[in-house]
């Protein structure tokens, strides 16, 4: 019922909706998340992303959990890529599956929106010009 993990290799789409199919679910909702190239007002060239593997994996698996117990028989596939991505890469891939569509996008976004607020990930933006900078974080201690 829910797959979670992080990966050094590409994130495909179609393997996270494989994985949510289910013949009594009539929705699939999805949240790809891709680098883009601006932020804050500065040229973005890529993005390296640095994970703690096993705490990002528990911690997608607990908010997962989380929404089954609010949208239960959902089915979620979480991916975050770990590495250097250029514009346009894929970094994160949500998928969600329910039989009705209300409960697929509700539960889609929670798992996005608690995975940004949750997840032991961080993020160091590249510039033009060879400059680099991790941008500032969400502490892992709720506040």
């Known amino acids: ?8 290799e590409p994130l ?3 393997n996270a909706c494989d ?3 289910d013949a ?3 929705a699939i909702d999805t949240f790809i998340g891709v680098v883009r190239n601006h932020h804050e007002g500065n040229i973005v060239q890529g ?3 640095d ?3 096993a705490l990002a994996v528990a911690v997608f698996k607990d908010i997962c959990t989380e929404a089954r117990e609010r949208w239960p028989s959902t089915k979620y596939y979480v991916s975050h890529y770990k590495g250097e991505l250029e514009i346009g890469g894929i970094s994160v891939i949500i ?3 329910a039989a009705h569509r209300a409960e697929s996008f509700d539960a889609c976004r929670y798992v996005i929106e608690e995975l940004k607020k949750r997840s032991p990930i961080w993020k160091k933006e590249h510039y033009p010009h060879g400059k680099s900078e991790w941008l500032s974080g969400k502490s892992l201690v709720n506040e």
């Open 95 to 97: 998928a969600v599956s």
């Open 24 to 26: 009594a679910h009539g």
């Open 19 to 21: 994985f949510v199919m």
């Open 51 to 53: 994970v703690h593997d």
């Open 1 to 8: 019922m829910i797959h979670a993990e992080i990966s050094t």
């Open 12 to 14: 495909d789409i179609q």
């Open 47 to 49: 993005m390296t992303y």
